[in-house]
Nanobody, 122 residues
Framework: QVELAESGGGLVRAGGPLRPSCVASGRVLSIKNMNWYRQAPGKHRELVEAITNGGGANYADSVKGRFTISRDNAKNTVYLQMNSLKPEDTAVYYC????????????????WGQGTQVTVSS
């Protein structure tokens, strides 16, 4: 009933930009946090950036100054502007959200997207 769908990944040369996005669709009443995680081959999934419904953002040290998270609450969409990409940014990027489906939900529920591949060539 709720789906998070990422798009906008791809192959890019080092130094280039990408701007993946994620849309939450279905039965969505309210979204608290929207987050981007990534998982590189052989590594644990890590939090890249997080943004609250008020626009407050947190960034991993590895992407500060290069990545910018933003969201459009009216569209239930979160964006990740990635600039100055490095080969070490290569990973599957996952969208994550804490949301309420209806007024009867008593707590925020966590949902994940399927991921979008980002590959940065040197």
């Amino acid at each position: 009933q709720v789906e998070l769908a990422e798009s906008g990944g791809g192959l890019v040369r080092a130094g280039g930009p990408l701007r993946p996005s994620c849309v939450a669709s279905g039965r969505v009443l309210s979204i608290k946090n929207m987050n981007w995680y990534r998982q590189a081959p052989g590594k644990h999934r890590e939090l890249v950036e997080a943004i609250t419904n008020g626009g407050g953002a947190n960034y991993a040290d590895s992407v500060k100054g290069r990545f910018t998270i933003s969201r459009d609450n009216a569209k239930n969409t979160v964006y990740l502007q990635m600039n100055s990409l490095k080969p070490e940014d290569t990973a599957v990027y996952y969208c994550n959200a804490d949301l309420l489906r209806t007024e009867w939900d008593t707590r925020f529920l966590e949902y994940w997207g399927q991921g979008t591949q980002v590959t940065v060539s040197s």
